[in-house]
């Protein structure tokens, strides 16, 4: 459905929760199944704004709106940034990861007005490049293949060898990724919407969220990181072309990219690379 940005979803009941939240997929609304805020929301509304809501305090709204996603970039990378501390390989990087943990931890507590005027693309680049750094000490003597922001959509990657690989930011949007190894592969801002991972084995991937999973396909054989869970709708097959076809892709929402790039939710704007 077409409405504005800052207007309320139209499913939104008067006590904050949705209408149609246990037919989301039904309706036609997976991307509201896969969207995760990383606890932005909760930051901002008991935080920020220490429990006043947009409803009870209207002129709050404005602002509100604009701080959200602020505070969700900040509380993305402070969830990279908490992963990057559990790679072993990447402690020569712990301390320097620490400070920038406990500097975006910070930001995140500044005031409403602060958090509007705050340069976070500037702080969420100087984040990356730690991230980057530790990723590269974590794939180390793999051989990797260099797919860094490589357009895959559709690509009929069945089996392929990508072990250690660096696909940050790749488009993988209806991928075929049956069988394929993905073991300690780099999956930062991959878009993995509609790309079937049946099979496939993503032990050790790094910084791969829950949102991502649950923007893919799936089955009992995906072997996944251990914090990360199968998500319900992988046994229900839901989502799955009949006939073993590849989708076109074509969900219909933008999402920020972990680590970096942003294209709008539902603008059909395409992001742009990493």
Same mark, same amino acid.
Request: hydrophobic share 35%.
């Given at each position: 459905?077409?409405?504005?940005?800052?207007?309320?979803?139209?499913?939104?009941?008067?006590?904050?929760?949705?209408?149609?939240?246990?037919?989301?997929?039904? $309706?036609?609304?997976?991307?509201?199944?896969?969207?995760?805020?990383?606890?932005?929301?909760?930051?901002? #509304?008991? =935080?920020?704004?220490?429990?006043? #809501?947009? $409803?009870?305090?209207?002129?709050?709204?404005?602002?509100?709106?604009?701080?959200?996603?602020?505070?969700?970039?900040?509380?993305?990378?402070?969830?990279?940034?908490?992963?990057?501390?559990?790679?072993?390989?990447?402690?020569?990087?712990?301390?320097?990861?620490?400070?920038?943990?406990?500097?975006?931890? +910070?930001?995140?507590?500044?005031?409403?007005? =602060?958090?509007?005027?705050?340069? =976070?693309?500037?702080?969420?680049?100087?984040?990356?490049?730690?991230?980057?750094?530790?990723?590269?000490?974590?794939?180390?003597?793999?051989?990797?293949?260099?797919?860094?922001?490589?357009?895959?959509?559709?690509?009929?990657?069945?089996?392929?060898?990508?072990?250690?690989?660096?696909? +940050?930011?790749?488009?993988?949007?209806?991928?075929?990724?049956?069988?394929?190894?993905?073991?300690?592969?780099?999956?930062?801002?991959?878009?993995?919407?509609? #790309?079937?991972? #049946?099979?496939?084995?993503?032990?050790?991937?790094?910084?791969?969220?829950?949102?991502? =999973?649950?923007?893919?396909?799936?089955?009992?054989?995906?072997?996944?990181?251990?914090?990360?869970?199968?998500?319900?709708?992988?046994?229900?097959?839901?989502? $799955?072309?009949?006939?073993?076809? $590849?989708?076109?892709?074509?969900?219909?929402?933008?999402?920020?990219?972990?680590?970096?790039?942003?294209?709008?939710?539902?603008?059909?704007?395409?992001?742009?690379?990493?």
């Amino acid at each position: 459905m077409d409405k504005d940005g800052g207007q309320p979803c139209h499913n939104l009941r008067d006590d904050f929760r949705c209408s149609i939240h246990t037919r989301l997929r039904e $309706r036609g609304f997976p991307g509201c199944t896969v969207f995760d805020c990383f606890g932005a929301g909760q930051k901002v #509304s008991q =935080v920020t704004y220490e429990g006043r #809501s947009w $409803r009870e305090a209207p002129e709050t709204a404005r602002q509100m709106y604009a701080v959200f996603p602020v505070m969700r970039q900040l509380h993305e990378l402070l969830w990279y940034l908490a992963e990057a501390l559990t790679l072993d390989a990447a402690r020569p990087l712990h301390e320097a990861l620490r400070l920038a943990l406990a500097e975006t931890e +910070r930001l995140t507590r500044q005031s409403a007005g =602060v958090l509007e005027q705050l340069d =976070v693309a500037a702080h969420r680049g100087e984040v990356n490049e730690l991230l980057l750094r530790a990723s590269e000490l974590a794939r180390a003597g793999l051989n990797g293949q260099e797919r860094r922001g490589a357009d895959l959509i559709g690509a009929r990657l069945k089996g392929a060898g990508l072990r250690g690989a660096n696909l +940050r930011g790749a488009y993988l949007i209806g991928a075929d990724l049956r069988g394929a190894d993905l073991r300690e592969a780099d999956l930062i801002g991959a878009d993995l919407r509609g #790309s079937d991972l #049946s099979g496939a084995d993503l032990t050790g991937c790094i910084f791969l969220t829950q949102a991502q =999973v649950n923007a893919a396909r799936g089955d009992s054989a995906t072997r996944l990181p251990a914090r990360l869970t199968r998500p319900a709708h992988w046994a229900r097959g839901e989502g $799955r072309p009949a006939g073993g076809e $590849r989708p076109d892709g074509g969900a219909g929402e933008r999402r920020r990219s972990p680590g970096g790039r942003r294209g709008g939710r539902g603008t059909g704007r395409r992001p742009r690379r990493r």
